[in-house]
């Protein structure tokens, strides 16, 4: 189009625009002239601000634009520009157009950023975008939170309700949580009523609790994750102690404390101090709320260090852990490696026992891991009984199960099933154990498990089917012996509560394990009154497998078979190749050890040729000698992979196993 058929108001802009090219002092004459002559118009303001904007003078292009705002409500072009800032605002990374939208903004005054992103949001088509937007202007002006933060709560409150979202874990419930909660409590303004803050604590439990349990960083209605594990636990205690805060919580302040030990002391003090009232009280309500929060912070971690696969949230860089263990009845050795010597020198004293009753860890648990395991595990029972402790807690933390879905929580009932173990309620134990069976633990857990808990209950003969069948399908293979466990002290058991050890699930420990549940077992039937040789033959057999721990039933062993005088075993070549109990063994049969007769080796080729067994009775020197022979074949043997040798004679003599129980 030729100058002469320009308008007006197009001949300034045509002007400005081409001297910006020459001579830039000219094209703000021109730009201001435009400004002046035609102020209603639209393009011409326009482009005065798009001339500051390509000169990337943010400061200049904020004033033109605030005018542009409030002057020309209903152009399309400018709330295209408008979008363009509100989305630079949300976005993570800006690269130099986004940057510079936002640098625009921050020179706008703060009423023309209020309205700008107001108005934004009440233009949105979709509640979550307008969500989304009113999160944008309290973020950016947190001094407009007690004039919108109420609103925007119950619009987030309403449009999850009538969402077709089917889980607590959504785009609604995470721009509350996460997103406006943190804001909104940060206020010391605003006035919540405490009917809603409490079911917004509720709605924070429910949200974060539900993400971890489902084992994926997934928010249904977000794309990609926003939530990193290790923060998460972090909000939801930063939500509680402000919430407190508001609600005038003396409990508030314990979810700044890092010690989880001296949280639950906390709670346990108010609990004995202070009166509760009624459910509806202020001192019932933080009681019943902080102890649930801890409870379920500290299960999270119990259960991910015991069954890593249950929350492990992928791609997020965490540190996959791998060892799954068990929490079952302890079995600790009857006295210390001391008395091996003592055994030695023949000579009887007292050894070391323990004094006090321990949880133990396995000592393929890293000492970090096991100290975590250890807090978060007595930090959970400690809670689990707090809210145990009266009907009424007991009937408002059931609802609040009911509001967290806690029956689809698979890994609950094991954690009950531990705390009942952990008191010694041996029979609660079983049954909910059995009421959940493998869809909790896998078959071998569950046996394995059972077996100590059956020996609590005094069914030695149940323990030992329990734990045969363990072992029914454990490989033989080489590797190293046992690894011993290693003791915690278990700073929160009161004494008389049982022992118990965190075991890994791997072929070692299930041997270790089971090779102890069967001396325990195998004791009384050992050392009854009458002839019980079967049994003290299986005891010996099985106290190689961890020598010299539990050495001195060895030494009630031999005196058993010296006040009897004879000892008969038909198994004993076949599995005892310890060089010091075979020591024990062939000095009984001397004149010094008490010339006691014994029955162990089966007869050679000549005795069976003569009628004649493999015995040490005085005067037959033949069948000693022979006897020296067979001790010395047996010392060779003492280099066989011991733990090899434990399984073939826990899945080969099961029978003769169990006869000795029943005996």
Known sequence: MQENQLSDEEYVIYRTKSSQKLDAATAKAWMITAKTLFPRN?????????????????????????????????????????????????????????????????????????????????????????????????????????????????????????????????????????????????????????????????????????????????????????????????????????????????????????NRELMCQNLWAFFRSTPLGDEDSPNFRQLLYCTTVLLVESLYEYMRKIDPACFQIPNQGNKMETTQLLLVRAFLPSVDSGLESALKRRKDENSASHSTLNVTVTKSCPTPTATTLLSSFLTAVSCWELLQQTEELRNEFSKICLHLRTESWLWLPNFIADVYLHQGLYAEALTKLQSVGSTVLNPQSFLLKSSGIFFGLGNHIAATEQILHAVANLPLEGGSDSST???????????????LHFMALNRTEIVQYSVSVLLACLQDRAFKNGNSDLAVGHLIVLLQYDWPNNSNLLEESLEKIR????????????????????????YLV???????????????????????????????????????????????????????????????????????MKV
């Open 590 to 660: 001397t004149d010094q050890g008490g010339a006691i007769n014994v029955d162990i080796f089966p007869p050679s080729a000549a005795q069976l040729a003569t009628q004649r067994r493999m015995t040490t009775r005085r005067g037959d020197l033949g069948a000693r000698e022979d006897f020296r022979s067979a001790m010395k074949r047996q010392m060779g043997r003492s280099p066989e992979n011991i733990q090899n040798l434990m399984i073939r004679f826990m899945i080969r003599e099961r029978e003769n196993i169990l006869q000795a």
């Open 42 to 258: 639209f393009a011409v303001q326009l482009e005065a601000y798009t001339t500051q904007k390509s000169a990337n003078n943010p400061k200049e292009a904020a004033r033109y634009f605030s005018s542009l705002f409030f002057d020309f409500p209903n152009e399309v072009e400018l709330w295209e520009e408008v979008q363009e800032i509100t989305s630079a605002l949300q976005k993570v990374d800006a690269n130099e157009s986004s940057r510079f939208y936002r640098d625009l903004f921050s020179h706008m005054l703060t009423e023309v950023q209020h309205q700008l992103l107001l108005s934004m949001a009440e233009r949105a088509e979709d509640t979550i975008e307008h969500c989304r937007l009113m999160l944008v202007l309290l973020a950016r002006l947190p001094q407009f939170v007690d004039t919108h933060g109420k609103k925007l709560v119950d619009t987030l409150l309403t449009t999850e309700k009538h969402s077709h979202y089917q889980t607590p874990v959504n785009c609604f419930r995470k721009l509350l949580v996460v997103d406006l909660l943190p804001t909104l409590l940060g206020s010391r303004t605003i006035d919540v009523p405490q009917k809603q803050l409490y079911r917004l604590i509720l709605k924070s439990i429910e949200f974060y609790v539900n993400w971890f349990a489902s084992g994926s960083p997934l928010i249904q209605g977000v794309e990609g994750s926003e939530l990193k594990t290790e923060e998460a636990w972090t909000n939801l205690f930063k939500i509680m102690f402000a919430m407190g805060r508001k609600l005038g919580w003396e409990l508030s302040s314990m979810f700044s404390i890092e």
């Open 563 to 586: 006040r009897q005088g004879q000892f008969t075993y038909q198994l004993f070549s076949s599995y005892v190749i310890q060089v010091d109990i075979l020591e024990e063994i062939a």
């Open 485 to 499: 466990s290693f003791t915690i002290p278990c700073f929160s058991s009161p004494i008389g509560k049982p022992p």
